[in-house]
C-alpha cells in the first residue's frame, strides 16, 4: 500500500521526536507541542508502530512556517551551492590546493575528494611558467584588478576572468600573482 505524503509526514516528525527525546532535547520537543503525557506516548512507540501511521488516516500535526527563517536559510543554501560550484569550475581548471584553501577554506582531504569524484588526474610539479607576452598580458591584467593594493587578495571569478584573458595555466596564475603580491614586479625586485 502506497503512503500518504500526510503520513510521510507525520513519520519524519515522530521520528524527529524520537530522536529528540534519546538526545534528551526537551526543548526541541516543548516547541513541538509535546508536554508529558505526549512524551510518555512517544516512548512506548517502537519502529513498527511508525509503519502503521499510513494505515490511520488522522492528521494530528500543525505546521508552522517562520518566514523570515525560512527565506534566510533558503538564501544561504543558494549561497552553499553556487560556492560549491564555484569551487568545482575551479578543481576542473587545474586550481591548486592552496588556492583552494585561501579562497574557500578547503583542506587537503576534501581538494583531493572533490579532484578524485570529478576524476581529475593529480597535478605533479610546480606549473609551466608561461612566455614572456603571456607573463606580460597576466601582469597587466593582475594589476588592472589589484589597482593600487598589490596584496589585495582576488576573487575566484578574478582568477577565472586572468586565465580566460590570458591563455595561461591557473596554476601558473595563482603561483605568480602570489609571487608578484610579495615581491612586486615580474622581476622580483622587492618592493621598498
Known amino acids: 500500500m502506497a ?32 508536554g508529558p503525557r505526549e512524551i510518555d506516548a512517544l ?10 501511521i499510513d494505515a490511520i488516516r488522522v492528521h494530528c500535526l500543525r505546521v508552522d512556517l517562520n518566514r523570515d527563517v525560512f527565506c534566510h536559510m ?3 543554501i543558494r549561497q552553499l551551492r553556487a560556492s560549491e ?5 575551479l578543481i576542473k581548471a587545474d586550481a591548486p590546493q592552496d588556492m583552494m584553501q585561501t579562497l574557500f577554506g578547503l583542506g ?9 569524484l570529478l ?16 607573463a606580460h598580458a597576466l601582469w597587466t591584467a593582475w594589476k588592472a584588478r589589484v589597482e593600487d593594493e598589490d596584496d589585495a587578495l582576488l576573487t575566484a571569478e578574478d582568477y577565472l576572468a586572468l586565465r580566460a584573458e590570458t ?7 595563482w603561483h605568480l600573482t602570489r609571487r608578484w603580491t610579495q615581491y612586486g614586479n615580474p622581476e622580483g625586485i622587492p618592493r621598498r
Request: proline fraction near 4%; charged fraction near 30%; include cysteine.
Open 85 to 89: 560550484e564555484m569551487q568545482q569550475t
Open 167 to 173: 591563455n595561461v595555466d591557473l596554476r601558473a596564475i
Open 3 to 34: 503512503t500518504t505524503k500526510e503520513a510521510d509526514l507525520i513519520t519524519a516528525v515522530l521520528l524527529y521526536a524520537i530522536r529528540c527525546l534519546a538526545e534528551a532535547d526537551q526543548s526541541a520537543l516543548r516547541d513541538l507541542g509535546f
Open 43 to 52: 516512548q512506548r512507540l517502537n519502529i513498527a508502530d511508525l509503519y502503521r
Open 119 to 134: 576524476t581529475l588526474k593529480p597535478a605533479v610539479g610546480r606549473p609551466a611558467e608561461p612566455d614572456e607576452a603571456q
Open 74 to 76: 533558503v538564501e544561504h
Open 108 to 116: 587537503a582531504k576534501e581538494y583531493t575528494r572533490w579532484r578524485r
